[in-house]
């Protein structure tokens, strides 16, 4: 069997830092040593080339630099059977999604990897990542973007659409997405698929203009009082509105600050989403929903919602913010 070739490429993140007095900073040996460390326990079979566009933190991460990264990675997949990306866990659920998004139709699989602590601590799942994106990838025949992550007391490794992702928990970085993960790599490197693995939908994909325009969302999660706490900015108005709402898919709707923010993104003509669990059975106070102009977002992450919707803003698609790209919607 002839060996696989990967394209490393490094952008900083915890995975590509160094402890040191009980700060975590970036650090280029890091990148370079530690990195080249995990390829080479699967050097055997695989080949890595590696390439560092850029080194931030990722919660430095802009749209601008996912697009960069879009870009470069389109420009190389033509050479390799993978592209492993690592990248720091606090934004790396919308960088998935932006790719996911942006690299809809690319052939070349492509993995974020992350690590919940610096790869020389005990226990950093880092390379159990690695690994597992590499034994998926060199498995069969992949399209698309992925996000292996091993969560803690779990065996296996599991791998999750990137345009699914749902926020690291914070109490213990467990990872989780609507629908389920795709795939279970254990520590020997046997793949076991939970379902297909699906193919892009061309028709639907996300192509930017030469120079992209994001037009500003306002971003808001779901708490008590917000309608007191946030107004409506009339004056530099948002392009649109994207609420987060609280697990049950459920928004203040009976607060009358909350329905006067709502109707003064009516009246200003900005349209407002909601990102809501894709379920059958729903609270009363969402019936309130179509009565404020607020318009269901259902199955979507509030990552993907977010990214999905200024990539379309951009694009002047926003309408089809509700319909299904790039695997979004379980």
């Known amino acids: 069997m002839s060996k696989k070739n990967f394209l490393v490429v490094t952008t900083g993140g915890t995975i590509g830092c160094a402890l040191s007095g009980g700060t975590i900073s970036l650090d280029a040996k890091a990148g370079e040593g530690l990195i080249a460390s995990l390829a080479g326990e699967t050097e055997k079979a695989s080949r890595f080339d590696r390439i560092e566009p850029f080194s931030l933190l990722s919660e430095n991460m802009t749209l601008e630099k996912q697009v960069e990264l879009a870009d470069l990675i389109r420009s190389k997949s033509a050479r390799y059977d993978g592209i492993l990306v690592t990248h720091g866990s606090d934004t ?22 992350a690590s919940d602590r610096v790869l020389t601590e005990k226990g950093a799942n880092g390379q159990a990542n690695f690994t597992a994106a590499v034994s998926f990838f060199s498995s069969g025949k992949r399209e698309g973007v992925f996000v292996p992550w091993k969560n803690r007391g ?17 109490a213990d970085a467990r990872a989780s997405s609507p629908g389920g993960p795709v795939a279970g790599v254990s520590r020997e490197g046997e793949v076991r698929l939970f379902r297909g693995i699906e193919k892009a939908d061309e028709a639907a994909k996300i192509v930017l203009p030469r120079s992209p325009v994001f037009p500003k969302v306002l971003f ?26 609280y697990h049950s898919s459920t928004l203040p709707t009976g607060v009358p600050s909350f329905r006067a923010f709502c109707g003064a993104a009516r009246d200003a003509g900005v349209p407002v989403y909601a990102v809501c669990e894709n379920r059958g059975a729903i609270y009363d106070s969402s019936l309130e929903f179509g009565k404020l102009s607020i318009v269901p977002l259902r199955g979507m992450s509030p990552a993907a919602a977010l990214v999905k919707l200024r990539l379309l803003l951009c694009c002047g698609r926003e309408g089809d913010l509700p319909r299904r790209i790039a695997g979004d919607i379980p």
């Open 220 to 245: 808001l999660p779901a708490f008590p009082d917000m309608g007191e706490a946030v107004s409506f900015p009339e004056k530099e108005k948002p392009a649109a509105v994207l609420l987060s709402p």
């Open 92 to 113: 790396l659920p919308f960088t998935a999604a932006a790719l996911g998004y942006l690299l809809s139709g690319t052939r070349v699989p492509v993995a974020l990897i």
């Open 154 to 170: 779990e065996r296996d490794t599991k791998i999750y659409a990137g345009t699914r992702m749902m926020p690291f928990a914070f």
